[in-house]
């Protein structure tokens, strides 16, 4: 049972890029799921969250406006399409399940297993 991360790089920044999620051994759309992300020295931070029940989409204020997470049923895959990078997004991404989507003080929570994360790099 894993959680397998695809699609980080290096960007300029204003660039974009395209995360994707695909688990093996359950099925992902069967949960919620999304993105946290690590920077060097500083604490996880929540990126955005989409809920299994309605769909609905959950963003942290950091993020908001330029990141868009969906999910691709027929193959049980989830993106996340990254769009005015900033150098501040640089940070390594992790693909969660969450239990549920929860937002709380601007910051999407709840992950409860990720996978082995993929880097994202944004030049200046």
């Known amino acids: 049972v894993q959680l397998v991360d695809s699609g980080g790089g290096l960007a300029q920044s204003g660039g974009s890029l395209r995360l994707s999620c695909a688990a093996s051994?359950?099925?992902?759309?069967?949960?919620?799921a999304g993105w946290f992300r690590q920077a060097p020295g500083k604490e996880r931070e929540g990126v955005s969250c989409?809920?299994?029940?309605?769909?609905?989409?959950y963003y942290s204020d950091s993020v908001k406006g330029r990141f868009t997470i969906s999910r691709d049923n027929s193959s049980d895959t989830m993106y996340l399409e990254m769009n005015s990078l900033k150098p501040e997004d640089t940070a390594v991404y992790f693909c969660?399940?969450?239990?549920?989507?929860?937002?709380?003080?601007?910051?999407?929570?709840?992950?409860?297993?990720w996978g082995q994360g993929t880097q994202v790099t944004v030049s200046s």
């Open positions: 969660a399940t969450f239990a549920p989507c929860t937002v709380h003080n601007g910051m999407v929570e709840g992950y409860d297993f």
């Open positions: 989409i809920s299994r029940v309605d769909g609905n989409t």
């Open positions: 051994g359950f099925t992902l759309n069967l949960h919620s």
